[in-house]
């Protein structure tokens, strides 16, 4: 079964506005990881934050975790029409070695020109 | 690019026929595995590996088995394909120092 759940499903915005997406997960994990996907390409990684951080930057990229609530946040500021992408969370649950990260279904972003 | 091939990029087979697809890394990376893209599922994982000859179960591995004599190769097969193993199959690599996957260009499979 699924570890993340995404929110929203899908999100449209204009160009120059900043774009939010939630990510919930079930059990204790390591670290969660955010990924984009162009359409027809394979993901990209985009950030990783521990299970003991509470937010990270990387450039236009902000993401948040909070482990109380078991739920992170990745927001994007000033979108560009070149961040249309699909987004997943993916969360690593590392049982020594081997990691098995688990991934969410995904939100559909459009910016819009 | 971390240097993933996948092979072959789209395949349309018909049920009940044998189908096997290569992932070949360039990186020698330990830990390879095999996700499944459908729409309203997200990825799923297949099966993986952490070594040669040592592979284990995903959350959806029923249906597909998978072999890694080398380093720089993983084959994920069908035995007998159906229709509902129709999907976009990504082959990825895990980075152990940026800690992170990085993800081979996908295999558009049809089974008609």
């Known amino acids: 079964s699924q570890q993340g759940e995404e929110d929203p499903q899908a999100l449209s915005i204009q160009e120059g506005e900043n774009a939010t997406m939630n990510c919930s997960y079930k059990?204790?994990?390591?670290?969660l990881q955010w990924y984009r996907q162009n359409s027809g390409r394979g993901l990209v990684h985009l950030i990783l934050i521990r299970s003991n951080e509470r937010e990270k930057h990387s450039g236009r990229l902000r993401v948040t975790l909070d482990t109380s609530k078991k739920s992170s946040s990745l927001l994007i500021t000033a979108s560009r029409a070149a961040d249309t992408a699909s987004y997943f969370c993916?969360?690593?649950?590392?049982?020594?070695?081997?990691?098995?990260?688990?991934f969410g279904k995904g939100i559909t972003l459009s910016v819009r020109p | 690019d971390a240097g993933i091939t996948q092979s072959p990029r789209h395949k349309v087979t018909e049920t009940g026929t044998p189908v096997t697809l290569r992932c070949h890394q360039t990186?020698?990376?330990?830990?390879m595995y095999w996700y499944r893209q459908d729409p309203g599922h997200g990825l799923r994982l297949i099966h993986y590996s952490y070594g040669v000859k040592d592979t284990d179960k995903g959350e959806v591995s029923d249906g597909y088995s998978v072999s890694r004599s080398k380093t720089e190769d993983f084959l994920l097969t069908l035995e007998s394909a159906t229709s509902s193993q129709t999907s976009v199959y990504f082959c990825a690599i895990w980075d152990g120092l940026w800690e992170k996957l990085f993800f081979g260009s996908g295999t558009q499979l049809s089974v008609l």
């Open positions: 993916a969360t690593d649950s590392r049982t020594g070695a081997n990691s098995k990260l688990t």
């Open positions: 990186e020698n990376h330990r830990y």
């Open positions: 059990t204790s994990i390591n670290n």
